[in-house]
């Protein structure tokens, strides 16, 4: 039995973890790599092959760069099962086809302008919505708890990973030869005071701890305090007449976004301007929340029980086609716009961020982790241009970061964890994936002041054996 590590071995994103038990291969998530657009091209066209062949694929979450790449699996001849929980497969439904979409989109996009300038790039979808729908019914929805074995000694149950609706951690109970080990991949892990979602769960009995370490060097703000912050970022920006464009995940951030705005205006600590979401994406996931009332917090759910609905601040207006998202760009008004994608990579934003950077009235609130090389990294850089859509321009906005709302465990989230863990009672060592090589050491560092097993800062292509 053994782990080997591949995707956001090295980094944040691209996924891609390879468990090996009884002859065969079952693989941990499969990732988009997000950063240079040439770089991502390759590396999320370029699988191994064992990836293909391997039996069964374990997804933790609806995040791109956990599941992104699950059709480009498919097609490269991919055969398996994919287990995940019921909430996971309802937003790959859509989060998959979107994401087939946006790259088509983005392809005829460059490769008209590439044409109208005489280069000879071009650029190719990495996989359309016909692969996006193979991948989502090749998904088998497995609920918390319910344990099942997903090939000859291994048992999976998800445990509550807090982090996004349907985000599960992985519970893997090993039998090889005699030898029984439980192993467990945390995915992305969620923090204790989210108010959308419960806790994290602690699993007893785990023999080795697979964790993420995104925010590892760093502790969150409050909720509260970000509230706050957002809620005299958009007063001020509403008062000078600007817009307030804010890029998101469209899973989870654009719901909690929308859940503060919701409470901020009811406290009538914002002023009432229009709230666009130019994200259909994040839309039809708003809805799916609603579908899945099981997977929140007692309190969300009970509000949408009663029809309360959380997720709608007044002045909300859903922003589905292209053309009304041209339009409300071009109309001048005062406003607060959600659209993704997250990290700037693609979709309606750049459009947005095209028209309002050179506009000094707006603000730009960064909401979520950015990785190395893309587009958001460098406006949290305060860079002063950037290219959008291969242009260069100057970013006259304000630029801000509202860290509080991060759906990621902050340092202190991480070693709490992974000391509940161990307090069970027979933690052997702890593999740190999903960060950057700062955050990896800085937590490292913790967890072994407080005499933790051992910790290894995983690399891409190392292998630990169980």
């Given at each position: 039995?053994?782990?080997?590590?591949?995707?956001?071995a090295?980094?944040?994103?691209?996924?891609?973890?390879?468990?090996?038990?009884?002859?065969?291969?079952i693989?941990?998530?499969?990732?988009?790599?997000?950063?240079?657009?040439?770089?991502?091209?390759?590396?999320?066209?370029?699988?191994?092959?064992?990836?293909?062949?391997?039996?069964?694929?374990?997804?933790?979450?609806?995040?791109?760069?956990?599941?992104?790449?699950?059709?480009?699996?498919?097609?490269?001849g991919?055969?398996?099962?994919?287990?995940?929980?019921?909430?996971?497969?309802?937003?790959?439904?859509?989060?998959?086809?979107?994401?087939?979409?946006?790259?088509?989109?983005?392809?005829?996009?460059?490769?008209?302008?590439?044409?109208?300038?005489?280069?000879?790039?071009?650029?190719?979808?990495?996989?359309?919505?016909?692969?996006?729908?193979?991948?989502v019914?090749?998904?088998?929805?497995?609920?918390?708890?319910?344990?099942?074995?997903?090939?000859?000694?291994?048992?999976?149950?998800?445990?509550?990973?807090?982090h996004?609706?349907g985000?599960?951690?992985?519970?893997?109970d090993?039998?090889?030869?005699?030898?029984?080990?439980?192993?467990?991949?945390?995915?992305d892990?969620?923090?204790?005071?989210?108010?959308?979602?419960?806790?994290?769960e602690?699993?007893?009995?785990?023999?080795?701890?697979?964790?993420?370490?995104?925010?590892?060097?760093?502790?969150?703000k409050?909720?509260?305090?970000?509230?706050?912050?957002?809620?005299?970022?958009?007063?001020?920006?509403?008062?000078r007449?600007?817009?307030?464009?804010?890029?998101?995940?469209?899973?989870?951030?654009?719901?909690?976004?929308?859940f503060?705005?919701?409470?901020?205006r009811?406290?009538?600590?914002?002023?009432s301007?229009?709230?666009?979401?130019?994200?259909?994406?994040?839309?039809?996931?708003?809805?799916?929340?609603?579908?899945?009332?099981?997977?929140?917090?007692?309190?969300?759910?009970?509000?949408?029980?009663?029809?309360?609905?959380?997720f709608?601040?007044?002045?909300?207006?859903?922003?589905?086609?292209?053309?009304?998202?041209?339009?409300?760009?071009?109309?001048?008004?005062?406003?607060?716009?959600?659209?993704?994608?997250?990290?700037?990579?693609?979709g309606?934003?750049?459009?947005?961020?095209a028209?309002?950077?050179?506009?000094?009235?707006?603000?730009?609130v960064?909401?979520?982790?950015?990785?190395?090389?893309?587009?958001?990294?460098?406006l949290v850089?305060?860079?002063s241009?950037?290219?959008?859509?291969?242009?260069?321009?100057?970013?006259?906005?304000?630029?801000?970061?509202?860290n509080?709302?991060?759906?990621?465990?902050?340092?202190?989230?991480?070693?709490?964890?992974?000391?509940?863990?161990?307090?069970?009672?027979?933690?052997?060592?702890?593999?740190?994936?999903?960060?950057?090589?700062?955050?990896?050491?800085v937590?490292a560092?913790?967890?072994?002041?407080?005499?933790?097993?051992?910790?290894?800062?995983?690399?891409?292509?190392?292998?630990?054996?169980?």
């Amino acid at each position: 039995m053994h782990l080997e590590f591949y995707g956001a071995a090295d980094g944040v994103t691209g996924s891609l973890h390879r468990l090996h038990v009884g002859g065969v291969d079952i693989l941990l998530d499969c990732g988009l790599f997000q950063g240079h657009r040439a770089e991502s091209n390759r590396r999320n066209s370029e699988l191994p092959g064992w990836a293909s062949e391997a039996q069964t694929l374990l997804l933790s979450h609806a995040h791109l760069d956990h599941g992104g790449n699950i059709p480009t699996l498919v097609k490269r001849g991919f055969l398996g099962n994919v287990f995940c929980t019921p909430a996971t497969r309802d937003l790959c439904s859509v989060m998959l086809r979107d994401s087939a979409m946006i790259q088509e989109q983005d392809a005829r996009y460059l490769n008209k302008h590439y044409i109208r300038d005489g280069d000879p790039t071009r650029i190719t979808p990495l996989y359309d919505v016909e692969a996006a729908a193979r991948a989502v019914s090749r998904m088998i929805s497995l609920p918390l708890h319910r344990p099942l074995q997903v090939a000859t000694g291994v048992t999976l149950t998800f445990h509550d990973a807090g982090h996004v609706l349907g985000s599960a951690l992985m519970q893997l109970d090993l039998v090889e030869r005699g030898k029984k080990v439980r192993l467990l991949y945390t995915g992305d892990l969620g923090r204790d005071e989210l108010p959308l979602l419960a806790s994290p769960e602690i699993v007893g009995g785990v023999d080795y701890l697979l964790m993420e370490s995104t925010y590892g060097d760093r502790k969150h703000k409050d909720v509260e305090s970000s509230n706050e912050q957002l809620g005299k970022i958009v007063t001020e920006t509403i008062g000078r007449g600007g817009r307030v464009l804010i890029p998101t995940f469209a899973l989870e951030r654009a719901q909690e976004v929308l859940f503060a705005l919701h409470e901020l205006r009811r406290r009538n600590k914002v002023p009432s301007v229009p709230i666009y979401i130019d994200s259909p994406l994040a839309i039809a996931i708003t809805e799916i929340y609603k579908l899945h009332p099981e997977s929140l917090s007692p309190d969300v759910a009970a509000a949408i029980i009663n029809r309360d609905d959380p997720f709608s601040p007044p002045e909300l207006r859903y922003v589905s086609d292209a053309r009304a998202s041209r339009a409300m760009q071009q109309n001048g008004e005062a406003c607060i716009v959600i659209a993704g994608s997250g990290m700037c990579e693609g979709g309606r934003i750049l459009h947005h961020l095209a028209t309002g950077l050179g506009d000094a009235r707006n603000s730009v609130v960064i909401v979520g982790f950015q990785a190395q090389h893309t587009l958001g990294r460098r406006l949290v850089e305060r860079r002063s241009r950037v290219r959008v859509f291969g242009i260069e321009r100057d970013v006259v906005a304000q630029v801000h970061v509202v860290n509080g709302l991060s759906a990621h465990a902050d340092q202190e989230n991480l070693v709490d964890f992974a000391k509940a863990i161990a307090a069970t009672g027979s933690l052997r060592g702890i593999a740190l994936v999903h960060g950057e090589d700062e955050p990896r050491r800085v937590l490292a560092a913790k967890l072994k002041q407080q005499a933790l097993p051992e910790v290894l800062i995983a690399k891409q292509g190392a292998t630990v054996e169980l």
